[in-house]
């Protein structure tokens, strides 16, 4: 797996996590850098979640028949696609958001088991709600931040 982050310390914590490879979006050209790991072949998913600034890096990277996942788009939700790529190398894109109720209901359990464990960078109090919010603008969060009442 590859992950990518901005920041030396989000890198760090990405390969803690699992990743086996790491990019600095911030000073690496995420394509190249994929098709350098994949010695030029490229990935078979992307999960984009940023949007617009990295979409056409993230296109870039993928292989053919490669499928990209999109479930967010933090820095814009314009994007740009010269749709003969999608054809000729046989992507496909894929929107997801949350999921079912029945399916988000199966990932508590998952969590509850231990089976799965969220990511959460920090907890606050609701009343901080405006420092949680300053931290997600300034990218100085990894993972979720989580508001208790």
């Not at 496909?92 to 999921?99: A, H, P, R, V």
Request: glycine letters at 8%; aromatic letters at 4%; hydrophobic letters at 40%.
């Amino acid at each position: 797996m590859i992950a990518t982050a901005g920041s030396e310390v989000k890198l760090k914590r990405a390969k803690e996590l699992g990743a086996d490879e790491v990019i600095n979006h911030s000073t690496q050209d995420i394509a190249e850098e994929v098709k350098r790991l994949t010695h030029r072949r490229g990935v078979d998913v992307v999960f984009e979640h940023v949007g617009e600034a990295t979409w056409e890096k993230s296109l870039a990277s993928l292989a053919p028949t490669g499928r990209l996942v999109t479930c967010g788009a933090t820095t814009g939700s314009t994007a740009r696609l010269d749709i003969r790529f999608l054809f000729t190398r046989q992507w496909s894109i894929l929107g997801s958001f949350m999921g079912t109720r029945a399916e988000v209901r199966q990932v508590l359990k998952l969590v509850s088991e231990g089976k799965l464990r969220p990511v959460i960078d920090r907890t606050l109090p609701l009343k901080e709600a405006a420092v949680g919010h300053a931290l997600m603008e300034s990218r100085q969060h990894f993972g979720k931040i989580v508001l208790n009442p």
